[in-house]
């Protein structure tokens, strides 16, 4: 296609919102008009099920839930006065909360205000307020934000090392839907466990934002931790950055909720248009069928040209593999479903992999994210009338036109910048991208037996360690892992009583190993 054709197709597919002042260009994905017309039906159809959805209507039949996180930003969408109240009331606690604690009404003790603030969750709980954070905190923020997302006893460590004396003024905020969620609940008791040692009263420190009625709430209530949190039963982790998991640390460093709010709420206005070419979203899932061909065949990259979206990518990965990545669709049948994504920043990558995104293996599509605004201040001139700025735009154009010149497609969405408003509304847009593309290829995208499976087996596995622990007490001599295997009833996990208790000995917790570690089945375990 020559540069006439392209200057042309750029303006017949670009779609640009005046409010928000938001542009999206996937004129460089090739797909023709009579490809298009072949998906105006299943089109129809996922816009209609998506109204249905906000009308309040089981949309996850897997576990009989609606599916509201749409209400959160205009309650009045909310399908009864309950609900509309709770939403309404929710909103105005965390206002009154984070008053009180920026006012220092509400104080730790031993310190006259709070300075940090630490946010123990995982997967929905924290990549969301992960990448808020990241994007709009202020410098300095009212409270200095810090998180604990994985189990891991040395990165917890660490983290609580950095604070070290600061931990006397730490407002702790864990977020755990159910309260039984192990990394969250793990992270929690060894936090716990550090205020004790430090002569600190944890719960004059504690907030819980969970279900009511929750082992946390539950726990929070019967230890007086300083306020609880509602979530909603029609919320899902990876759509909840818009709820009090999301909502309330934002506040807390003095970012405007309200205004991303207000952004969200627009970008759902403008996404529930049912028309493909006039409807943001629905330009982006038909992006999304096109690239892999409706079967995921094809990597998701994510490259935003500023340094504040870094965790844009991972915040994505959730939100779109979670939601899409499937065994089988609403007819029962196996198909397998999926988008990969991954990515990082401009121009940084262009120093890593994107030499194998122009001229390896073509297994993806890439959106540009880019951003209008370079600072909030003047810049220098770097080069005569160039500024840093102008050189990560030209980035950003230089690779996109350097991809197509190679057959490779990509997205490019730009914003005005990067503002409370704008990030509300970009949460908004790819939430109804995923449902809007969940509903084309017939999958549900808001459950996730495959993360149950995994908990599940993770538990097994550690009931096969105390099943461990306990036979060997027991033997009165040292047993081959076969012979312990045998003895545990686990014959046939073998490799993985292997693997539980070299993580053991590794930490000269109850037993140790003897012989050649080159010769697993060597080995003897006894105990400690």
């Known amino acids: 296609m020559d540069a006439a054709a392209l200057w042309q ?52 039949p897997d576990e009989q839930r609606r599916v509201g996180h749409y209400w959160l930003r205009d309650p009045d969408l909310a399908p009864d006065a309950q609900t509309r109240q709770q939403i309404v009331d929710s909103l105005a606690q965390i206002e009154t909360f984070v008053r009180q604690i920026h006012r220092q009404e509400i104080c730790p003790p031993g310190a006259f205000k709070f300075t940090d603030l630490l946010v123990i969750g995982i997967g929905g709980s924290a990549l969301g307020p992960q990448f808020v954070a990241a994007a709009l905190a202020p410098d300095p923020a009212p409270l200095a934000i810090h998180f604990i997302d994985n189990t891991d006893p040395a990165g917890i460590d660490r983290l609580l090392k950095s604070l070290k004396d600061r931990l006397k003024s730490t407002l702790v905020l864990v977020i755990s839907k159910s309260g039984g969620t192990p990394e969250t609940r793990n992270g929690m ?85 049912p028309l493909i070419q006039q409807n943001p979203a629905a330009l982006l899932a038909l992006s999304w069928y096109y690239a892999g061909e409706g079967k995921g065949l094809k990597d998701m990259v994510i490259l935003p040209y500023k340094d504040s979206l870094l965790l844009f990518s991972r915040y994505l990965q959730q939100l779109v593999m979670e939601s899409l990545g499937k065994e089988r669709d609403l007819a029962g049948q196996v198909v397998h479903q999926g988008i990969a994504v991954y990515g990082n920043k401009g121009s940084t990558d262009q120093h890593a992999y994107v030499q194998q995104l122009r001229e390896g293996i073509p297994n993806f599509f890439v959106t540009f994210i ?32 350097a991809l197509y010149d190679n057959q490779r497609d990509s997205i490019t969405l730009t914003i005005p910048d990067v503002e409370p408003r704008t ?24 459950h996730q037996p495959g993360v149950e499976a995994g908990k599940q087996a993770a538990a097994s596995v550690l009931a096969l360690q105390t099943q461990v622990i306990t036979t060997l007490r027991g033997a009165g001599a040292p047993l081959s892992l076969a012979e312990l295997a045998d003895r545990v009833g686990a014959a046939d996990q073998v490799e993985t009583i292997y693997k539980i208790v070299r993580h053991l000995d590794a930490n000269q917790r109850h037993l140790r190993l003897i012989g050649d570690r080159g010769q697993p089945a060597s080995l003897k375990v006894t105990t400690l």
């Open 370 to 401: 880019e951003v209008l605004k370079d600072r909030s201040g003047p810049s220098i001139d770097i080069e005569p009338g160039i500024t840093s700025g102008d050189f990560l735009s030209g980035f950003l154009l230089g690779t996109r036109q």
């Open 9 to 60: 197709r750029y303006q017949d597919w670009l779609y640009y919102h005046p409010g928000l002042n938001v542009y999206l260009d996937v004129s460089r994905m090739r797909f023709s008009p009579e490809w298009i017309s072949r998906l105006e039906q299943p089109f129809a159809k996922a816009f209609a099920a998506m109204a249905d959805l906000e009308a309040g209507a089981i949309a996850n």
């Open 423 to 446: 990030i509300g509304a970009l949460i908004a847009l790819y939430e109804r991208a995923v449902g809007l593309y969940a509903s084309l290829i017939n999958i549900n995208a808001y």
């Open 189 to 273: 008791l060894e936090v716990q466990a550090v205020y004790k040692q430090l002569g600190l009263d944890f719960a004059k420190h504690a907030v819980a934002i969970t279900m009511t009625g929750s082992r946390l709430s539950q726990q929070a209530a019967a230890e007086h931790w300083l306020a609880e949190f509602a979530m909603f039963d029609w919320v899902g982790g990876r759509t909840s950055e818009l709820s009090a998991v999301g909502l309330l640390p934002a506040a807390l460093q003095g970012i405007d909720i309200h205004a991303m709010l207000a952004g969200a709420k627009e970008m759902d206005q403008a996404t529930r248009v």
